[in-house]
């Protein structure tokens, strides 16, 4: 899933897991978390692991990412 946002993105990967800064790539991490968490089940600690940042951080990313969800209008289809 981190590549298929990252591509739908035009970002690199491993600034998405590495914690760039880039508004694009904390945009990808929102979505990330988003996606992992409504439409995959998992948990928040699971994802913080992944995203190495804290799980009250993937909490707060999942609501930025549910309210970004319109502005990227295909995400659903680059994820099937």
């Known amino acids: 899933m981190v590549d298929r946002i ?5 970002t ?7 914690g760039n800064r ?3 790539n904390c945009h990808a991490r929102n979505l ?8 995959m089940g ?5 994802i ?10 993937a ?3 999942a609501e930025k990412g549910w ?3 319109d502005n990227y209008e295909g995400m659903w289809e680059v994820l099937d």
């Open 6 to 10: 990252s591509r739908f993105l035009r």
């Open 12 to 18: 690199e990967k491993d600034e998405v897991l590495f």
């Open 22 to 24: 880039k508004q694009i």
């Open 32 to 39: 990330i978390c988003f996606i992992a968490v409504k439409s």
């Open 42 to 46: 998992y948990k928040f600690n699971e």
């Open 48 to 57: 913080a692991d992944t995203l190495k940042i804290h799980p009250v951080t």
């Open 59 to 61: 909490g707060r990313c």
């Open 67 to 69: 309210k970004l969800l």
